[in-house]
């Protein structure tokens, strides 16, 4: 892969305002109003927000009590995880009608590669443009689109062309789109990094564009040379279709802060499920496991174990959380937050085979195998754990926090 | 209580129950050793309530008495000493006090009373085993014993008594349920009621078992009592808690008969395997071992590093195979094997593999593959 502008067509697809869109969607009523999903008013974060909200300085991860102090006829809606994915599937099997190069960001974005398929479908643009067309037409979706020679470039010009809009970055277009532009919108920066980086006086890429490679490599190693490249407009990160998943993980924010470990400990049970099915759904299994809890006051902890033989299922992941929480201060201190996740996830197939069959794993496994199946047909509310079912003053989850982890 | 020792032969005897004492300091006696003096002995014991040890030897007891301190501390300090004799004596409210030329040392211990009780066990049936044949038993099978704390009944040797072919034959089997081992040896006189059922050895257990076995020549005596194997050597004692577990069906797993048999040069094997798991994924440890007709290629890669290869001429006529194993489990079983050639049998890359000497059948290892 060279680091040349010119020899690729790449486009970032990202759907607007995602979740807040697909509850405009459902909920006629709600179309052009401002929308937050994201949970309860006092307690939950902002998930998502509708471009109606965000000119009250509304944006996603913030406090759904501070965003509703801005917005204060903002409609507040649960997520719907579940409905989310079903139309993101919908989406990507457009994209998938385009290029065979995709590689998911998360649950509303990827690139596309379609360098390939320039002379069968067209230009870069006139493929965004059908892409966004079938989204709008067939799921009244609004999505935005950047077309690009590169990741980095196509992923800046997709941010500036939303809402809903579509913007080309040609090779011989980058300096005056890229040397004006805020150094936060470079690929990698973050808050502290971009600070970092304003200390030295660089604000804008231009200014970046000043320093020599070796000066940036002796200051950030090897950051400092990929600050070299993107400041070029260079970026030979290929579309990665086969992206591997680092983990899988779930976690709630609870509609009250837990005290009564019984209850934190059903509530583990339920996240380990998920997590348990989700890793199974990807073929895979996880030797590492991280629980993180989090207390009234914000504070957060974590605690980690590495599994001896890859673990799926949601027994043996929900014992070891429960070990792992005896580490923790839950049941001394309120919990406002659990969560589970799955790391170092492997093919179970592969790796050192077991001598001895137990006849009992191989029934457990059919077990859960048929569980799985149904589960897939019928949605996963088909068969649950008695212990889960929601009874009077069960705790209801304000928020539900996935991910998918790349 | 008043005795002198020669330090060299209190050492000695203190570094024998090191690996013993309890080390987690849950109770606090268990880390402490008890010492005895009587008739012209002591008697030093320790245990963790799982495995015990005592033994008895040679002092000049002036004063009878018993007291218990902690074992490492006064390791440590017998250990310092300059050669010669050592005098201990207990004084008020469990203080000890060790003198040794022109050093003394005053150290408390616990109330001596409250050591575990440790059960006399001159009576009961004893097998006899000579030692050396119960140290090369060991050493051919514990490297195969799990250290997965929680497949407890893995967590030890199972020890048999079998009869086949007209043969009494003591045999030892160690799994962690991805390798075995195997040995049987023919003992006479070795018959008892629970080497007959089976009995499974711990962990712990067998590494005292093991130490004993090499000191010296002179017999183990084995003898069972109330779910415990006591083993009786020259002046020593151990007591050890059978492993309460079902042992696997190992027969089960164990290759009948298989058509790719290769005869390979085992210093050979051993030297390329330890050069070709250099190279092999730091986790899983995997190596892929090629058969063909009159050769061996093991190869093995790493995505970070690298790849290696390397070939052998073995004794092979059967038809190409190419099968992924854990390099360390290879090793394991090559470095306790003593003679020139072993015999590799395989049938595909899912079944377990099976080593063994040329010239003995009586002592096999298995090995599932890995999927690399």
């Given at each position: 892969m060279t680091g040349t502008v010119t020899d690729k067509t790449i486009i970032h697809c990202d759907m607007d305002a995602f979740f807040a869109s697909v509850e405009q969607l459902d909920r006629p009523?709600?179309?052009g109003r401002a929308v937050l999903v994201g949970?309860?008013?006092?307690?939950g974060v902002v998930s998502a927000c509708s471009?109606?909200?965000?000119?009250?300085g509304v944006r996603s991860g913030m406090a759904m009590s501070k965003a509703l102090a801005r917005c204060p006829g903002a409609v507040v809606l649960p997520v719907r995880m579940e409905r989310y994915r079903e139309v993101s599937r919908q989406v990507f099997s457009i994209f998938s009608d385009y290029s065979d190069l995709i590689e998911p960001l998360s649950i509303d974005e990827a690139f596309l590669d379609v360098s390939g398929c320039l002379r069968l479908l067209g230009s870069g643009v006139k493929i965004a443009e059908a892409i966004r067309h079938r989204v709008r037409r067939d799921l009244g979706l609004p999505i935005s689109a950047g077309v690009a020679p590169n990741k980095f470039l196509a992923k800046l010009a997709s941010e500036e062309a939303k809402p809903n809009g579509l913007l080309e970055i040609l090779s011989g277009e980058v300096d005056a789109f890229l040397?004006?532009?805020?150094?936060?919108?470079?690929?990698?920066?973050?808050r502290v990094m971009a600070e970092k980086l304003r200390a030295l006086g660089i604000d804008r890429v231009s200014d970046l564009r000043g320093w020599r490679r070796e000066d940036l490599c002796r200051r950030f190693g090897r950051e400092g040379a990929r600050f070299y490249e993107l400041a070029r407009g260079i970026d030979p990160r290929p579309v990665d279709p086969?992206?591997?998943?680092?983990s899988i993980g779930a976690e709630e924010t609870f509609s009250r802060d837990l005290t009564n470990p019984k209850e934190i400990r059903r509530q583990l049970l339920s996240q380990a499920e998920k997590v348990a099915r989700r890793v199974r759904k990807q073929g895979l299994a996880a030797m590492g496991l991280m629980l993180k809890i989090k207390y009234a006051d914000f504070s957060t902890r974590s605690r980690s174990h590495r599994f001896r033989n890859p673990a799926r299922e949601a027994e043996e992941i929900w014992r070891v959380a429960l070990e792992l929480l005896k580490d923790t201060e839950v049941g001394l201190r309120p919990v406002r937050l659990t969560g589970i996740y799955l790391t170092d996830?492997?093919?179970?197939?592969?790796?050192q085979q077991e001598l001895f069959c137990d006849p009992m794993v191989e029934r457990r496994q059919k077990l859960i195998c048929a569980i799985d199946e149904l589960q897939d047909r019928?949605?996963?509310?088909a068969t649950r754990r008695a212990t889960l079912l929601e009874g009077k003053g069960s705790v209801q989850c304000v928020q539900k926090g996935e991910d998918g982890g790349e | 209580m008043q005795f002198t020792i020669e330090r060299e032969i209190f050492l000695k005897a203190l570094a024998r129950i090191q690996g013993i004492v309890?080390?987690?300091?849950?109770?606090?006696?268990?880390?402490n050793v008890l010492i005895e003096a009587r008739d012209g002995e002591i008697e030093i014991t320790a245990t963790d309530l799982e495995v015990g040890m005592r033994a008895s030897y040679q002092a000049d007891t002036a004063k009878p008495g018993k007291v218990t301190v902690s074992a490492k501390k006064l390791f440590e300090i017998i250990k310092e000493l300059p050669e010669g004799e050592v005098t201990l004596g207990a004084k008020e409210n469990c203080w000890i006090e060790i003198r040794c030329g022109k050093a003394l040392f005053n150290i408390v211990g616990l109330a001596a009373d409250e050591f575990p009780y440790f059960p006399d066990v001159e009576q009961g049936d004893f097998i006899s085993l000579p030692s050396g044949v119960i140290s090369d038993l060991l050493e051919k099978t514990?490297?195969?014993?799990?250290?997965?704390?929680?497949?407890y009944n893995l967590n030890g040797i199972f020890f048999q008594n079998i009869e086949l072919e007209g043969r009494q034959l003591l045999r030892l089997v160690a799994t962690d349920g991805h390798r075995l081992a195997l040995i049987q040896r023919e003992l006479e006189g070795t018959e008892s009621e629970e080497l007959r059922k089976g009995v499974i050895f711990p962990k712990k257990g067998i590494f005292e078992l093991r130490k004993i076995a090499e000191e010296s020549d002179s017999d183990i005596r084995l003898g069972f009592m109330d779910n415990n194997a006591v083993i009786q050597k020259d002046q020593t004692v151990i007591i050890m808690r059978l492993v309460d577990g079902e042992f696997p069906d190992y027969t089960r797993v164990?290759?009948?008969?298989?058509?790719?048999v290769a005869k390979i040069p085992r210093e050979k094997f051993f030297h390329a395997l330890r050069r070709m798991a250099i190279?092999?994924?730091?986790?899983?440890r995997g190596v892929k071992v090629l058969l063909q007709p009159g050769r061996l290629e093991i190869s093995s890669s790493n995505p970070e590093l690298g790849d290696a290869r390397e070939d052998l001429e073995i004794d092979y006529s059967g038809q190409e195979i190419a099968i992924g194993f854990n390099s360390r489990y290879m090793l394991d079983i090559l470095q306790v094997q003593k003679e020139d050639e072993v015999i590799l049998q395989v049938r595909d890359n899912m079944s377990p593999g099976m080593i063994t000497p040329v010239?003995?059948?009586?002592f096999l290892a298995v090995v599932m593959p890995m999927r690399l």
């Amino acid at each position: 892969m060279t680091g040349t502008v010119t020899d690729k067509t790449i486009i970032h697809c990202d759907m607007d305002a995602f979740f807040a869109s697909v509850e405009q969607l459902d909920r006629p009523e709600l179309a052009g109003r401002a929308v937050l999903v994201g949970g309860s008013r006092e307690r939950g974060v902002v998930s998502a927000c509708s471009y109606q909200a965000r000119p009250f300085g509304v944006r996603s991860g913030m406090a759904m009590s501070k965003a509703l102090a801005r917005c204060p006829g903002a409609v507040v809606l649960p997520v719907r995880m579940e409905r989310y994915r079903e139309v993101s599937r919908q989406v990507f099997s457009i994209f998938s009608d385009y290029s065979d190069l995709i590689e998911p960001l998360s649950i509303d974005e990827a690139f596309l590669d379609v360098s390939g398929c320039l002379r069968l479908l067209g230009s870069g643009v006139k493929i965004a443009e059908a892409i966004r067309h079938r989204v709008r037409r067939d799921l009244g979706l609004p999505i935005s689109a950047g077309v690009a020679p590169n990741k980095f470039l196509a992923k800046l010009a997709s941010e500036e062309a939303k809402p809903n809009g579509l913007l080309e970055i040609l090779s011989g277009e980058v300096d005056a789109f890229l040397l004006p532009l805020d150094i936060g919108k470079l690929w990698g920066v973050g808050r502290v990094m971009a600070e970092k980086l304003r200390a030295l006086g660089i604000d804008r890429v231009s200014d970046l564009r000043g320093w020599r490679r070796e000066d940036l490599c002796r200051r950030f190693g090897r950051e400092g040379a990929r600050f070299y490249e993107l400041a070029r407009g260079i970026d030979p990160r290929p579309v990665d279709p086969g992206r591997e998943i680092k983990s899988i993980g779930a976690e709630e924010t609870f509609s009250r802060d837990l005290t009564n470990p019984k209850e934190i400990r059903r509530q583990l049970l339920s996240q380990a499920e998920k997590v348990a099915r989700r890793v199974r759904k990807q073929g895979l299994a996880a030797m590492g496991l991280m629980l993180k809890i989090k207390y009234a006051d914000f504070s957060t902890r974590s605690r980690s174990h590495r599994f001896r033989n890859p673990a799926r299922e949601a027994e043996e992941i929900w014992r070891v959380a429960l070990e792992l929480l005896k580490d923790t201060e839950v049941g001394l201190r309120p919990v406002r937050l659990t969560g589970i996740y799955l790391t170092d996830l492997v093919n179970p197939e592969r790796g050192q085979q077991e001598l001895f069959c137990d006849p009992m794993v191989e029934r457990r496994q059919k077990l859960i195998c048929a569980i799985d199946e149904l589960q897939d047909r019928f949605g996963s509310k088909a068969t649950r754990r008695a212990t889960l079912l929601e009874g009077k003053g069960s705790v209801q989850c304000v928020q539900k926090g996935e991910d998918g982890g790349e | 209580m008043q005795f002198t020792i020669e330090r060299e032969i209190f050492l000695k005897a203190l570094a024998r129950i090191q690996g013993i004492v309890e080390k987690r300091n849950t109770i606090p006696i268990l880390s402490n050793v008890l010492i005895e003096a009587r008739d012209g002995e002591i008697e030093i014991t320790a245990t963790d309530l799982e495995v015990g040890m005592r033994a008895s030897y040679q002092a000049d007891t002036a004063k009878p008495g018993k007291v218990t301190v902690s074992a490492k501390k006064l390791f440590e300090i017998i250990k310092e000493l300059p050669e010669g004799e050592v005098t201990l004596g207990a004084k008020e409210n469990c203080w000890i006090e060790i003198r040794c030329g022109k050093a003394l040392f005053n150290i408390v211990g616990l109330a001596a009373d409250e050591f575990p009780y440790f059960p006399d066990v001159e009576q009961g049936d004893f097998i006899s085993l000579p030692s050396g044949v119960i140290s090369d038993l060991l050493e051919k099978t514990a490297f195969s014993m799990s250290t997965d704390e929680s497949k407890y009944n893995l967590n030890g040797i199972f020890f048999q008594n079998i009869e086949l072919e007209g043969r009494q034959l003591l045999r030892l089997v160690a799994t962690d349920g991805h390798r075995l081992a195997l040995i049987q040896r023919e003992l006479e006189g070795t018959e008892s009621e629970e080497l007959r059922k089976g009995v499974i050895f711990p962990k712990k257990g067998i590494f005292e078992l093991r130490k004993i076995a090499e000191e010296s020549d002179s017999d183990i005596r084995l003898g069972f009592m109330d779910n415990n194997a006591v083993i009786q050597k020259d002046q020593t004692v151990i007591i050890m808690r059978l492993v309460d577990g079902e042992f696997p069906d190992y027969t089960r797993v164990i290759p009948q008969s298989q058509d790719m048999v290769a005869k390979i040069p085992r210093e050979k094997f051993f030297h390329a395997l330890r050069r070709m798991a250099i190279l092999s994924s730091e986790k899983s440890r995997g190596v892929k071992v090629l058969l063909q007709p009159g050769r061996l290629e093991i190869s093995s890669s790493n995505p970070e590093l690298g790849d290696a290869r390397e070939d052998l001429e073995i004794d092979y006529s059967g038809q190409e195979i190419a099968i992924g194993f854990n390099s360390r489990y290879m090793l394991d079983i090559l470095q306790v094997q003593k003679e020139d050639e072993v015999i590799l049998q395989v049938r595909d890359n899912m079944s377990p593999g099976m080593i063994t000497p040329v010239e003995d059948r009586d002592f096999l290892a298995v090995v599932m593959p890995m999927r690399l």
